[in-house]
């Protein structure tokens, strides 16, 4: 099956400084590149998505970045909020495959 | 927007209980999961199932079974739960396309086997 690595597995920051988090990802079939996150008590929520055909993709203080030829993916949140303390999940797939990262634990301090 | 709704939050049920989960969603989707939430195991996927009727083994199928008898609603059932069955359980559905498109969550229920 896929293996997918997600790092760092916690990141803690201050109110208005960025995060990066970088996912990788083993099955060059994966055509579809999604970040989740999880607020505490809650399921997890698609933020942004990226298809294999695009490189890079922005909304609002959110940005995804794709390199197929390496084969990894990475979640930018720029000037980060204490709202954005949650955890962030990658979950690269293909047609018949679907895998979740382990997960991120971002803390933004005030 | 899509809204999946799990009918419990919490949940505790004794060793060897046959246990229902249900999850309803009210936008048409072709596609329902079920996941399972654990401390350093993230998600893993327990069944698919990609229109009525049908449905496919995950990762982590043993000791429950699926139902799926109207498109809006996914049950899984825990034949005889165990306590190694604690744990955080997430309906999801999609629109179509089997694994790669959107996902949308439930807000779990948590059960706990003594």
């Known amino acids: 099956g896929e293996n997918v690595e997600q790092h760092p597995s916690t990141l803690s920051v201050q109110e208005g400084d960025s995060a990066v988090i970088k996912c990788t990802y083993s099955?060059?079939?994966?055509?579809?590149f999604p970040w989740y996150k999880q607020e505490l008590g809650k399921g997890p929520q698609l933020i942004i998505d990226?298809?294999?055909?695009?490189g890079e993709k922005k909304d609002q203080r959110i940005a995804v970045t794709l390199n197929k030829t390496a084969k990894h993916f990475s979640l930018h949140i720029t000037e980060t909020q204490p709202e954005d303390s949650a955890v962030y999940f990658c979950a690269p797939s293909g047609y018949s495959t679907l895998t979740f990262g382990k997960g991120t634990m971002l803390l933004v301090s005030p | 927007d899509v809204k999946v709704t799990q009918s419990s939050r919490y949940l505790v049920k004794r060793t060897g209980e046959k246990v229902f989960l249900e999850c309803v969603q009210d936008m048409d989707h072709e596609n329902m999961f079920w996941y399972r939430q654990d401390p350093g195991l993230g998600l893993r996927l327990i069944y698919f199932?990609?229109?009525?009727?049908?449905?496919e083994k995950g990762d982590i199928p043993e000791g429950y079974s699926v139902s799926r008898e109207k498109k809006e609603r996914f049950s899984l059932i825990l034949e005889s739960a165990s306590t190694n069955q604690t744990s955080m359980y997430l309906c999801?559905?999609?629109?179509?396309?089997?694994?790669?498109?959107?996902?949308?969550f439930g807000n779990g229920t948590r059960l706990t086997v003594t």
């Open positions: 990226i298809r294999s055909n695009v």
């Open positions: 999801a559905s999609s629109l179509r396309g089997r694994y790669n498109s959107p996902l949308h």
């Open positions: 199932s990609y229109d009525v009727k049908m449905k």
């Open positions: 099955d060059s079939a994966s055509n579809y």
